[in-house]
């Protein structure tokens, strides 16, 4: 299977932008589907974005909508997230994970669907 590096996090002032990139190394990427998910002290672990493995299909949690990307550049094997307008709430660890257990057109919205995780990076939005 694939293994997952993520980068890119650091610390912004509120409005700002920051791109995190999901790096991945072992098996053809564009066979899985993949997800960025967050998680901020004392809460769960949160489905933010995914995108299939064609690329076309894709979710956003309605918090982020209309401020985040998400994009996959399958001859990389790279999965970038943009983040735009960037809030305090939005501070968390991000994660990227994918699985390959799903139709090429559409991505998994829950935790427990994906099955390679990446370490994480710290994203700390100030105010």
């Known amino acids: 299977q694939v293994q997952l590096v993520e980068s890119g996090g650091g610390l912004v002032q509120a409005g700002g932008s920051l791109r995190l990139s999901c790096q991945a190394s072992?098996?053809?990427?564009?066979?899985?589907?993949v997800g960025w998910f967050r998680q901020a002290p004392g809460k769960n672990r949160e489905l933010v974005t995914c995108?299939?493995?064609?690329?076309?299909?894709?979710k956003y949690a309605d918090s982020v909508k209309g401020r985040f990307t998400i994009s996959r550049d399958n001859a990389k094997n790279t999965v970038y997230l943009q983040m735009s307008s960037l809030k305090p709430e939005d501070t968390a660890v991000y994660y990227c994970?994918?699985?390959?257990?799903?139709?090429?057109?559409?991505?998994?919205?829950?935790?427990?669907?994906?099955?390679?995780w990446g370490q994480g990076t710290q994203v700390t939005v100030s105010s």
């Open positions: 995108i299939s493995e064609n690329g076309e299909g894709t």
């Open positions: 994970a994918a699985t390959n257990s799903e139709p090429y057109y559409y991505c998994p919205p829950a935790r427990w669907q994906y099955d390679v």
């Open positions: 072992g098996r053809t990427f564009s066979d899985y589907a």
